[in-house]
């Protein structure tokens, strides 16, 4: 009776006075999410849902552990490898792409709330007007500074506790994403906003031959690519679940009308003459205009299906999904009227990239401070912490606005790296950062170590290939570092031309200096100090010397102390003797200032093996 009872109880009687909800109520919850045919998912993620749901009120929260559940759910023998098949995780992603898309359409005014928090697969249980009055009484008791950022995101605040008014503003805003909210080990999880960024849906792929076997490759290409593109943290995307409730036939503006997406992903396949063709277009949603498209072709008799269906989802989620890729290309759009989108967040990511283009003094402090602001709101977006650590970075290894006083920039980098990776530890951007400032932290085993991590999970992350590629190159192994930074530029033709700058050095230090001086003059980065440097050194090597002499003038302007420290500026950058040594002739020959202690220990180790002199004029 009393499971009858709250399950035909309206929102807002007396019954959710306080308390988790108990697990008569849970139990009705879920039957009722199963029952839903919002709730579109395949066998095995509803199976998923109710091991875990089970599990939980049983007390056995402990034992829902990805192993497990590959076992117990998905029929996987106990030799299971959990960092070689990641089919708990990509279903997890499924599974929390249904529950939001429920609560958004069909479960809107339920009242409880079933969320499984990224980073686990323990769902936690909510009353929504208890949640909501939690929010009203830490708003009450917040301090007039947190009042004043509360009232910049009230209508986010809103969205959470008001879910009916959320569902009616989905016809103009991208849906919300629950994510787990970061917490001190013992506190609980409370369930948090994602902020909004560029959101693209995945249209299943049309079977153009009409032919039955074409299905199976139009399925699993589809599921493959929800794979890929997740794993881009960035970009927010919807698959099956959400493209199902509109028209196949339905017009780019009538699925934006209906979910607020821009970005649109659809294509086709087709069987003719033993050779499969995969067609495949990104639409712009609020012109319809087509802003990529892409052809793959495939032989199934020389491939097999999933090697197929991987090669081909890999190469797409690439080209539109990765930095400077076609989406982060595209400068965000006002939001609509009535929107429940914060587009300012949209905005520091696409901002983000555009500084890591330029390195500019100006953009920097611009990036910096819209991150800034929009972490004050979501404390809880790791992808946010890992681009605020390279912007804290970049005060101490490019002195880009650096902050006195403490904590110092690298401290304050490391931490907000630490932070992003706690939060989310499969996030490649966070990693990337966590890469990186260990790096510039002297310490570049373990910076290599993570970078290889990071790179396991998303090969196609053409930003952190390249990052990673810079890293192995400075490290000493310049013919590997400079390999993999072709593969991220050959990949990604939008890459930063920071990445150009860095092959440009790598091609001075292996005496390749007519292709060191093609890269430099290629890589646009008239704004960024080190850049001058670099390109004083190959200039000076190739005797252009009034080339040289402008770009010193220039570094020195930008960079008057560098020399200063001139041995904490190699040391930073983990330079081995042989490269340390090599960078201080070129430094010398070129004609900046540098401390004669540096000419003195050149000239005691005069017989080493330094690399391709300068001819003397």
């Not at 919850?29 to 849902?49: C, G, K, T």
């Not at 196949?248 to 063709?277: K, T, V």
């Not at 090697?307 to 595209?330: H, L, M, N, R």
Request: charged share 25%; net charge neutral.
């Amino acid at each position: 009776m009393e499971g009858q009872r709250l399950q035909n109880c309206p929102v807002g009687s007396g019954v959710f006075a306080g308390g988790e909800p108990q697990e008569g109520a849970v139990r009705i919850q879920l039957d009722r999410i199963l029952a839903s045919p919002e709730f579109n998912v395949p066998a095995r993620v509803r199976q998923f849902l109710t091991y875990v749901v089970n599990q939980t009120l049983a007390g056995h929260a402990d034992r829902i552990k990805a192993y497990t559940v590959a076992v117990e759910v998905f029929g996987r023998d106990a030799n299971f490898d959990i960092q070689n098949d990641p089919v708990v995780r990509i279903e997890a992603g499924r599974l929390r792409r249904a529950l939001e898309r429920y609560y958004l359409l069909a479960g809107s005014a339920d009242p409880v709330l079933v969320e499984i928090p990224k980073g686990g697969y323990v769902p936690h249980f909510h009353w929504r007007e208890l949640q909501a009055r939690a929010d009203a009484a830490a708003e009450q008791h917040a301090s007039p500074e947190q009042n004043l950022a509360g009232t910049a995101n009230a209508d986010l605040r809103g969205g959470r506790t008001t879910w009916v008014a959320i569902a009616a503003a989905v016809a103009v805003a991208v849906p919300l994403v629950w994510m787990a909210a970061w917490s001190k080990p013992g506190n609980p999880v409370k369930p948090a906003q994602r902020p909004e960024g560029p959101s693209l849906i995945v249209r299943p792929f049309a079977n153009l031959s009409g032919q039955p076997e074409v299905n199976f490759y139009a399925a699993g290409l589809g599921e493959e690519l929800l794979a890929q593109l997740a794993r881009f943290k960035e970009l927010t995307v919807f698959g099956r679940e959400t493209s199902s409730a509109v028209s196949p036939n339905a017009s780019a503006s009538e699925i934006r009308s209906r979910f607020g997406n821009r970005y649109i992903l659809e294509g086709g396949i087709r069987l003719s003459g033993g050779r499969l063709r995969v067609t495949s277009r990104v639409l712009d949603s609020e012109t319809s205009a087509i802003l990529w498209s892409g052809t793959y072709d495939s032989d199934p008799q020389t491939s097999n299906i999933v090697e197929i269906e991987t090669t081909i989802a890999a190469k797409v989620a690439t080209a539109i999904a990765q930095p400077y890729g076609i989406i982060f290309s595209a400068a965000p759009l006002p939001a609509r009227p009535g929107s429940v989108q914060n587009l300012e967040t949209y905005q520091c990511t696409y901002r983000f990239y555009r500084y890591r283009t330029v390195l500019d003094r100006q953009e920097h402090a611009a990036t910096r401070e819209c991150l800034e602001r929009v972490m004050a709101l979501y404390p809880d977006y790791a992808t946010g912490w890992a681009m605020l650590s390279f912007l804290y970075l970049d005060e101490d290894r490019f002195r880009l606005n650096t902050r006195p006083g403490s904590p110092a920039p690298r401290e304050r980098a490391r931490s907000a790296a630490e932070r992003a990776v706690r939060l989310d530890p499969e996030n490649i951007r966070a990693l990337q950062a966590q890469m990186t400032v260990l790096y510039f932290s002297r310490e570049p085993v373990e910076a290599l170590r993570i970078g290889a991590q990071a790179l396991a999970l998303n090969p196609n992350d053409t930003e952190l290939l390249g990052e990673f590629g810079s890293r192995v190159a400075q490290a000493g192994d310049w013919r590997r570092g400079a390999a993999l930074l072709e593969e991220a530029m050959a990949r990604n033709p939008g890459h930063s031309d920071y990445y150009v700058g860095l092959l440009a050095l790598a091609a001075y230090m292996q005496g390749e200096d007519v292709r060191a001086t093609e890269l430099i003059r290629r890589a646009n980065l008239r704004r960024f100090s080190i850049y001058h440097f670099v390109a004083a050194l190959i200039f000076t090597r190739q005797g252009l010397l009034d080339e040289a002499a402008q770009s010193r003038i220039e570094f020195l302007r930008l960079r008057p102390g560098f020399f200063d420290d001139f041995d904490g500026e190699l040391d930073s950058r983990n330079f081995n003797a042989r490269d340390r040594a090599l960078l201080i002739r070129g430094a010398i020959e070129a004609g900046f200032p540098v401390p004669a202690k540096f000419a003195a220990a050149l000239d005691r180790h005069s017989g080493s093996d330094l690399g391709p002199r300068r001819s003397q004029p």
